[in-house]
Structure formats: structure tokens, C-alpha cells
């Protein structure tokens, strides 16, 4: 009886905390009704899912109130030029499950391509796969998301997605089809892009909770610590000595495999690039979540970098949602049971997102779960009593027992 009472009452007081709002922030009142570009800040974001299904908005009488998410990226256009076409080995759909292509890879190394995408309203999840003989195929992305898939004027757009370095011979796009229509690919390849954001842009600054320095075998190692696991898609670097540099860098984690039933750990890459004097010292990576990460600098036989400072950047995540003015408003992130919202607001939503007004999240206040204390259980519930009574029901039972035993002796002699 004791132990099934407190494993409800365990697993009762585990549901609780999973369901506990870990942070929350208020919307600032906005000055006009209708849709409103919400920017979510870092202190937030890092407490959000990866994918950020549990964020909700809710209004003063506790509503929830629809939005969608509106990656930084939506508010940027890509300039292609010189656009040179790879060989597109196969096609194959599965209905309402994935669309694959396959493409053969003409360079030595690769890690970024351009798609051209008949115009699409929605976002579309892909995963990408390398192979040297298109039958063992090895991973290179396990979730990316391809978004703004649409041109005002014309009836396709050039979309530039990156990946770390690989040197694959063939590669492979699965695009996720369960939950969304396919999109029409018309063609893969190379070019030379240009970024140009429609509205100002502007990176977050990921707090490092540590950073240390290791000279070792010509190269400088750095280790970095964030407090909770963040998304990394840039670094800067400022050098100040020595003047010219061409450093090669590696940007990578640590994980852990099974090897023959013994577990090992290894170097994984997330990114490579070079350090250069005469160019900018901002590198833009494919995006990373991790709590750690590793920095190696190639040396050679050259003098050590001076680093003065290296910063970790974000790209900022909006969220789009139909707010009244004076309202108040909250968002919350955190409970990671929930699942996306099923709204609707994005399949009717016709205005430029370029030209929404913007709404702040202020007064951010973490709140860590509490975990409710065990009530004292009533002497009848504790294990001395429960083995007192069974001491005494045991006793009752053998004292009838031999007074059934003398009496069948007793009726035996009579």
C-alpha cells in the first residue's frame, strides 16, 4: 500500500514539474491593433526547445493567442550570380511522406549549395545525406528548414543552405512531406551569393560562461562553456598581433560512441574556416546547438594570435501575432511536453512582414520548478505499523490454529 501511495504521489509531483513554466516575459503594450513582429531575446530563447514549440503568447485573462515563428533569415533576400548547375542524379517521391533528390557533387569538398524552388508558401524541413557509391549513405544534416520560399516578382527562388565541410561524391536531400505539400526543385548547384536583409538585422550576443586557452603542439585550443545549450550561428574574432595571418581553423564537440561494446569519446566537426588578416573576421557556421564547444587554430610554425576577444552570435527568431493595443500580454517557453500550436494565423496572413510594427518582451523572470514536498504519512501508513500489524495478525492466526489442532486431539480421545 505504501509503495504504490508514493509512486503516484512521485510520479504525480514529476508531472508537475514537467508542466512548470521555467520562464516568462511581458510583451511591452503596443499603440496600435493588428499583427506585430515580436523578436524573442536570448536570456529566452535559451530556455525555449531548440525548435521552440513551447512558446506560447497569452493574453491578461490567460488565452492563448495564435502567432507563428518568423526566422531572422525571412527578412533577408539572396543575390545569385554565376550560377552553375549540378547533375541531378535522381528524383524520387514517396507520397505524403518525403521527396528525394540525389546530386553528384563535381568538387573536391563542398559545403554549401543553392537550390532553385518553385514558389512555395510554408517552410519545409530537409535532411541531408553524403555517399561515395550511393548505397552507404552517412548523414551530413539531421534537421534543417529551408523558409521564405517565395519571390514577389518571380516564379522561383535561389535558396543558399549550408553544411559542415564534407567531400561526399554524391548527395542526398530528403524533404520532409508528412505534414506539408512537396515543393517543386527545379535545380541544385553552385553560385556566388549575397545576402541583403529587407529590415535591420541584428545578431544577439550569446553570454560565454567560460573560456580557456591551451597551447598545445603548435595549435591554440580554445574550450567554451555556455549555461545551457544555445544556438550558434556566427563567431567574431578580434586579433591584435601579429598584422598578416592565415590560420586555419576547426570548430567541433565533443560526443560519445559505443566501439566494441566500450564507449569513446570523439572529436566531432561542426565547421571549418580560415583565419585571415585581410578579411573580416566574422564567420558565419552552420547552425550549432551545444553547451561546449571546441576551437582549434593551426599554428604551424608561426607565432600565436593575440586574441582579444571572440563573441558567439544568433540569429534573432520572430514571432508574428495579432496584438491589441494597451493589451497586456505575456510569452512563456520551457514546459519541452508541449508540442507546436496547431494555429491558423499564418495561412490567412497577407501583410509584408517587412513592414509590421515591432513589439518588445521585457520584465523576463525565471522561475525554477518546485518539486512539492512528501506530507509526513500517517502512522498507519508507516512501515512500523504496517509490520506491527502484521506481527499481531500472525499471532492471532497461530494461537486459532492450535486451538483448532487441541481440539481435534481432544475429540480424537473422546
Avoid at 209 to 226: W, Y
Wanted: glycine content about 4%; charged content about 25%.
Amino acid at each position: 500500500m505504501i509503495k504504490p501511495i508514493k509512486l503516484f504521489i512521485f510520479l504525480f509531483g514529476g508531472l508537475l514539474f514537467a508542466q512548470s513554466t521555467m520562464v516568462t516575459g511581458r510583451i511591452a503594450p503596443v499603440e496600435t491593433d493588428g499583427l506585430h513582429r515580436i523578436q524573442i531575446p536570448q536570456n529566452m530563447r535559451s530556455y525555449a526547445s531548440r525548435d521552440l514549440r513551447d512558446l506560447r503568447i497569452k493574453d491578461a485573462k490567460g488565452h492563448e493567442v495564435p502567432y507563428f515563428i518568423q526566422p531572422g533569415a525571412d527578412y533577408t533576400s539572396t543575390q545569385i550570380s554565376d550560377f552553375e548547375e549540378f547533375v541531378i542524379v535522381s528524383k524520387t517521391r514517396e507520397a505524403d511522406t518525403s521527396s528525394t533528390y540525389v546530386f553528384k557533387n563535381p568538387l573536391k569538398t563542398i559545403e554549401s549549395v543553392v537550390l532553385l524552388v518553385a514558389n512555395y508558401q510554408g517552410s519545409k524541413n530537409y535532411r541531408l545525406e553524403g555517399s561515395h557509391n550511393q548505397k552507404n549513405w552517412f548523414g551530413i544534416v539531421n534537421n534543417g528548414q529551408l523558409n521564405q520560399l517565395n519571390h514577389s516578382s518571380q516564379t522561383s527562388v535561389y535558396k543558399d543552405i549550408s553544411f559542415p565541410l564534407c567531400s561526399y561524391q554524391f548527395i542526398k536531400i530528403v524533404f520532409d512531406d508528412r505534414y506539408s505539400l512537396p515543393i517543386n526543385l527545379l535545380k541544385i548547384g553552385t553560385a556566388h551569393t549575397q545576402t541583403i536583409s529587407t529590415v535591420p538585422v541584428m545578431m544577439e550576443n550569446i553570454p560565454v560562461e567560460g573560456l580557456e586557452f591551451l597551447e598545445k603542439d603548435k595549435t591554440t585550443q580554445m574550450h567554451i562553456r555556455f549555461k545551457r545549450k544555445e544556438v550558434v550561428n556566427q563567431i567574431k574574432i578580434d586579433i591584435d598581433a601579429p598584422s598578416l595571418y592565415n590560420r586555419n581553423a576547426v570548430l567541433y564537440t565533443l560526443k560519445q560512441r559505443e566501439v566494441k561494446r566500450k564507449m569513446e569519446t570523439y572529436r566531432h566537426t561542426l565547421a571549418r574556416f580560415s583565419i585571415r588578416s585581410d578579411g573580416a573576421l566574422i564567420f558565419d557556421i552552420p547552425s550549432v546547438y551545444e553547451q561546449e564547444l571546441y576551437l582549434e587554430i593551426d599554428n604551424k610554425d608561426n607565432p600565436k594570435l593575440d586574441i582579444k576577444r571572440i563573441d558567439f552570435m544568433q540569429k534573432p527568431v520572430y514571432l508574428i501575432a495579432a496584438l491589441k493595443k494597451n493589451e497586456l500580454y505575456k510569452v512563456t517557453a520551457g514546459n519541452t511536453n508541449l508540442n507546436f500550436p496547431n494555429y491558423d494565423l499564418y495561412e490567412v496572413t497577407t501583410a509584408s512582414k517587412s513592414e509590421l510594427p515591432i513589439a518588445k518582451i521585457t520584465e523576463i523572470v525565471y522561475k525554477q520548478p518546485e518539486q512539492e514536498t512528501l506530507k509526513s504519512p500517517s502512522f498507519w501508513q508507516q512501515s512500523w505499523f504496517m509490520w506491527t500489524s502484521i506481527g499481531v495478525a500472525t499471532l492471532m492466526i497461530l494461537y486459532v490454529v492450535s486451538n483448532l489442532i487441541k481440539d481435534l486431539n481432544t475429540n480424537k480421545k473422546t
